[in-house]
């Protein structure tokens, strides 16, 4: 955890995994919530991973409360998301985001979201926004580390 997590004199800090099944249309797919709350359960970061098939997923849903912004939880939820990606076999995630410094910042290549029709056809068409949208995309390639590999 980041430097101004451990130095919180009441914080107590969890991650919590949430794995919640959906069915869309016909098919079955993941998506996993990741919370950093405080010792009084405010949520303080969170983020998701959206699996579309067995090789792609988005990184999806990052948020940081207001008063805990610039201390590295986004990063360190995003890692979170990417290292579960890493450990289900998934090495392409991609996002959507109004916030494109934060991505690039962290190593994410902006991309056309037509790379992604699984994206558009499950959530996209059924979208209000789909035909004004302002969401920009990015996506990596994420590595597997010796260490992860042998887990």
Known sequence: ??????????????????????????????????????????????????????????????????????????????????????KRGILHVFALTLQPAFFEAIGYQRVDRARYPEKIRRDCLGCARRFACDEICFAKELRVDAKLAAA
């Not at 970061?45 to 610039?70: D, F, H, M, N, T």
């Open 1 to 86: 955890m980041s430097e101004w997590v451990n130095e919180l004199p009441f914080a107590w800090l969890l991650i919590a995994v949430l794995a919640l099944s959906y069915i869309a249309a016909t098919a079955v797919y993941t998506r996993v919530m990741m919370l950093i709350v405080d010792r009084r359960g405010r949520i303080l970061a969170c983020g998701a991973l959206k699996e579309y098939s067995p090789s792609v997923a988005e990184v999806a849903a990052i948020a940081v409360a207001r008063e805990a912004q610039g201390n590295g939880l986004g990063k360190e939820i995003v890692a979170a998301v990417e290292e579960l990606a890493t």
